[in-house]
């Protein structure tokens, strides 16, 4: 099988799993790394060369690589995909990753260890679905979500963009989450949550707006 060449964009904590996933899946062989930190530049990271910035990615003269954006960040994720719009994304799912057979998965989406995504569920792109995290039948994720190591979604969750739910929160069926909103860890969500707010506890309520409101 031809491997086709990524470049992973990040050089961080998050970036470290999505590299093991990347390996240990075998489909793509790592060209480097991208970074925006000016003092990572010509390091090396996870064994593989720190290539360069955004700059370097825009002034790229060959066949542009896929990329996949490694930055835990929702916001910037979004902001970076904006910029590299000639730029193919793959998608980076473990082998132990459970994705039933009719689910949509988006670009650049990214699914670690043991998550499970029944049958249904209409995942966007650049989404990060974190170690063990469960996506119940008929859920729709938005673009750039993060699901953090554990969380469960019971079925028909509607989670909007750029949403981040905390580590081990769950989310009862039938149940939204507005763009741009932040779930707590540990949290019991048993009730509709808008757009752009902080919402904490057992069961979960709102503390606060959260920025940037998307
Ligand atoms: C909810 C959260 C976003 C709040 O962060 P914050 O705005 O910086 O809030 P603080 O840490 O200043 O805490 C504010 C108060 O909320 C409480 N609190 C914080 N997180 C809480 C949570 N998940 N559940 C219940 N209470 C929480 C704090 O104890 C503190 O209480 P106090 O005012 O009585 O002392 C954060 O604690 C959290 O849960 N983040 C999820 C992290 C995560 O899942 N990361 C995944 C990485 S893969």
Redesign the pocket.
């Known amino acids: 099988m031809r491997l086709r060449p990524v470049i992973v964009y990040g050089a961080g904590g998050h970036a470290k799993v999505v590299i093991d996933i990347l390996e240990v899946a075998g489909q793509h062989t790592i060209l480097g790394l991208i970074d925006d930190d000016p003092y990572k530049i010509g390091t090396f990271f996870c064994g593989y060369k720190v290539l360069g910035d955004m700059r370097t990615l825009q002034d790229w003269q060959a066949d542009p690589p896929a990329i996949i954006l490694a930055i835990?960040d929702n916001h910037i994720r979004s902001r970076l995909a904006g910029r590299l719009t000639r730029f193919p994304f793959t998608t980076a799912v473990h082998p132990t990753a459970t994705v039933a057979r009719k689910v949509s998965v988006g670009e650049g989406t990214v699914m670690m260890a043991h998550a499970v995504i029944n049958p249904g569920a209409v995942i966007g792109n650049h989404v990060i679905v974190?170690t063990g995290a469960i996506v119940d039948h008929d859920c729709i994720i938005g673009d750039f979500v993060?699901l953090?190591?554990g969380v469960k979604l019971g079925g028909h969750v509607t989670i909007g963009s750029k949403a981040?739910v905390?580590?081990g929160a769950t989310v009862i069926n039938d149940v939204s989450i507005g763009a741009g909103s932040?779930i707590?860890?540990?949290?019991a969500v048993v009730e509709d949550v808008p757009d752009g707010v902080?919402a904490?506890?057992v069961p979960a309520g709102v503390?606060k707006r959260v920025e940037p409101i998307p």
């Open positions: 835990g974190n993060h953090s190591p981040h905390g580590i932040i707590g860890a540990g949290a902080l904490i506890g503390i």
